[in-house]
């Protein structure tokens, strides 16, 4: 009961028990920059907990790694499979002008010609001609000399094409080189006539997709910001040609919605991107951008692509992927708004955003992660108060069994004693933890926490499936 009222205590007086979230670390690291100390601790302590705890792995681990890959664990998993979840019931289960397709990474060559990828793809390279190293020209000062070693010997900065290149069939001759998709973007572009001659969609509607995509970077880094593979999570909406800007408007509110909904929309901002630096596809693009602690960086982008796409794959495959007006019995080639949502970004934004560590009493600090309820791996920890009673296993394993039926991860936890569990379902970011106890015997009621409020009440056990399910429902 003590240690109860206290933890309540701790978050009501902020003054004497300290609460450290991305804002937080953000002002020390700002302090720190000043002074030239070392940077906010921050990522290393997120990377650190997303090891420990099965969030994200290094990729090919054992070897020593593999640049720009990392694997994601049993509890990552999850969490990114709730992101792309909710995503997709947002933006095409639970639309009318929504298709969602899921196509191949391998793509015949010539998508890429039409596309612009082989040609415009590029980002301008130079080797440091002592170590080797290989950086993008414009992401370093050349005339303060190599990031690695400080030589100031340079070769000429030249393109450099990003998309993986690989071979299908048994003969590596260069009519069988096939690419990995920079994009899934062309996949809906490829699929357009299929999708209309299959629904007959009315414009304006969308083909929505989630996958892999894949783009030899350079210098990947800032753990899962930039790697060489990647989830992405994008929509082709098409629309009729003129009066692009209210569509664009749209989804740039249905994009501010989106980042709501995963509790970041504070750390968020647009940003117009200029000519010179847009995708040789756009017309106009916002990027939106997270606060990292390694800088403001993009998270998603909205791009208008016009007609650039379509036009182009009419041209290089002489099929006609127009849209019929049934009213004015014209056909018409339809211009594209892209919302594009990058997955492993919002990954990296969601468990930033939720990592916080909160001083519960003297000297005992917790970290948790405070996701929304929607995308926590876990949703509900069962425990029974001790593990050697017959009958509060017995009832604990009856509540566990029960609750599992109706709700999605609900795991069991009997490690250590009580407080341990807390603090271990804290660091994973369950919402709400269970505890069958002697009462539970009497009364039928059992011990519901919340990991943000610490608080406890007591509910009865028949009722728990209603009292989560409207919890995940707000
Ligand atoms: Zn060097």
Not at 361 to 373: N, Q, S, T
Request: hydrophobic letters at 35%; one cysteine or more.
């Amino acid at each position: 009961m003590f240690s109860r009222c206290f933890s309540v205590l701790a978050i009501a007086c902020q003054k004497e028990y300290y609460i450290r979230t991305l804002g937080v670390f953000m002002e020390e690291k700002a302090k720190k920059q000043k002074t030239n100390e070392p940077v906010s601790p921050l990522m290393e302590r997120l990377v650190s907990l997303a090891k420990r705890r099965g969030f994200i792995y290094a990729g090919s681990e054992i070897y020593g790694g593999l640049g720009g890959t990392w694997d994601y664990g049993p509890l990552g998993v999850e969490l990114k499979n709730n992101i792309k979840k909710e995503w997709w019931k947002r933006f095409v289960s639970y639309r009318r002008d929504m298709y969602g397709i899921d196509s191949s990474i391998l793509m015949n060559s010539k998508v890429w010609e039409a596309s612009g990828h082989l040609k415009n793809f590029v980002d301008p390279m130079v080797d440091c001609k002592k170590c080797k190293g290989r950086f993008r020209a414009d992401k370093i000062d050349v005339s303060s000399g190599c990031p690695t070693c400080g030589a100031k010997d340079f070769t000429e900065a030249r393109p450099f094409n990003m998309m993986f290149k690989t071979h299908a069939g048994p003969v590596e001759d260069s009519g069988a080189e096939v690419y990995l998709r920079p994009e899934t973007a062309q996949g809906m572009f490829v699929n357009f006539k299929n999708v209309i001659d299959s629904f007959h969609p009315k414009l304006p509607f969308g083909i929505a997709q989630i996958g892999k995509a894949f783009r030899n970077e350079i210098t990947p880094g800032n753990f899962i910001f930039r790697t060489r593979e990647f989830e992405q999570m994008e929509i082709e909406y098409f629309i009729k040609p003129g009066g692009w800007e209210s569509q664009f408007d749209y989804w740039l509110g249905e994009m501010r919605k989106w980042t709501e909904f995963l509790g970041i929309a504070k750390g968020v901002s647009e940003r117009e991107v200029s000519a010179e630096d847009r995708a040789h596809y756009s017309k106009r693009t916002i990027d939106i951008d997270f606060e990292f602690p390694f800088g403001k960086e993009e998270l998603y982008g909205l791009a208008y692509r016009t007609d650039f796409d379509l036009k182009n794959h009419i041209e290089k495959s002489g099929i006609d992927l127009v849209y019929y007006n049934e009213e004015t019995k014209k056909k018409l080639v339809p211009h594209v708004i892209e919302p594009t949502f990058g997955v492993d970004r919002t990954m990296l934004a969601v468990l930033l955003n939720s990592f916080a560590e909160e001083e519960v009493k003297e000297g005992e600090i917790r970290a948790v992660l405070k996701f929304p309820a929607r995308l926590a791996p876990v949703k509900v920890a069962v425990f029974p108060l001790v593990s050697n009673k017959e009958n509060i296993l017995a009832k604990a394993e009856e509540v566990h069994g029960r609750l599992k039926e109706s709700i999605d991860s609900v795991r069991w936890d009997d490690i250590g004693n009580i407080g341990k569990r807390y603090r271990r379902q804290d660091e994973i970011g369950t919402p709400w933890c269970v505890t069958v106890d002697y009462q539970t015997l009497e009364d039928g009621t059992v011990t519901v926490r919340d990991r943000d409020t610490m608080k406890q009440e007591r509910i009865a056990a028949g009722e728990l499936a209603g009292y989560f399910h409207k919890k995940l429902s707000q």
